[in-house]
């Protein structure tokens, strides 16, 4: 079954270290976006790739690189200049055209320890 | 720029009883989707709207969509506690070319016995 895959479900950070987390999907999507969950809160765009090797900056990308350097790919890493990174990420894909909106990922909880 | 809001953020209601979350955008499209998330888990997709008049149904829920009138609704019919769960809308900016889905800040529902 196509999907998209995030691992891993939680991860814990202590302060000065970077962190990655993985996001793949064979849905054999052209886009995939990275945002930032915090409690109660809405979705906040952190990173965004239409194509492989392109990728452009969201709303709040201080703090945060990605790659895309295979169209199934798209890693986020939480750099130790974000100070306070504890949220629940989600990553999603879509078609170029999008007639199906956005696929979520299943999320990653990043705690800060 | 394309602003997205929705209301109520919050809404407490009881089971059996009907009612309607608004979604209004401020700049023309015509695709718009709407996500259910559960507290701790992701974002499901529940309706794609793509185009001005469209209404789709599943279960107790019902989702529209006006593009003259720049806004959705997600109406509850005799609501139930298991329609308990954040209702986010999205749309999609076409007109700025293939930029990532807008986000409302979500409704919360609790539906009570």
């Known amino acids: 079954d196509g999907g998209i895959t995030q691992s891993p479900k939680y991860l814990f950070r202590k302060e000065g270290q970077n962190v990655t987390l993985s996001c793949e999907q064979n849905l054999n999507h052209d886009a995939m976006y990275w945002y930032r969950q915090d409690p109660g809160q809405g979705l906040r765009l952190i990173y965004y790739s239409q194509i492989v090797n392109d990728f452009q900056k969201g709303d709040i990308a201080e703090g945060y690189s990605v790659s895309r350097e295979k169209k199934e790919s798209f890693p986020l890493t939480v750099t130790s200049a974000q100070k306070n990174p504890t949220a629940f990420y989600l990553c999603a894909s879509s078609m170029a055209f999008r007639y199906s909106g956005y696929t979520f990922g299943s999320g990653t909880r990043l705690t800060v320890v | 720029e394309l602003k997205v809001e929705q209301n109520p953020l919050f809404l407490s209601m009881q089971e059996g009883k009907n009612y309607t979350i608004y979604c209004n955008y401020s700049?023309?499209?015509?695709?718009l989707y709407w996500y259910r998330q559960d507290p701790g888990k992701s974002l499901e997709s529940l309706f794609v709207?793509?185009?001005?008049?469209a209404v789709k149904q599943e279960g107790r829920l019902m989702a529209s969509l006006d593009t003259k009138a720049r806004l959705s609704t997600l109406h509850i019919t005799a609501a139930v506690h298991d329609l308990s769960a954040t209702y986010f809308c999205a749309v999609d900016n076409r007109n700025s070319g293939n930029t990532p889905l807008v986000f409302g800040k979500g409704t919360r529902l609790s539906v009570i016995a």
């Open positions: 700049t023309t499209s015509d695709r």
């Open positions: 709207l793509l185009s001005n008049g």
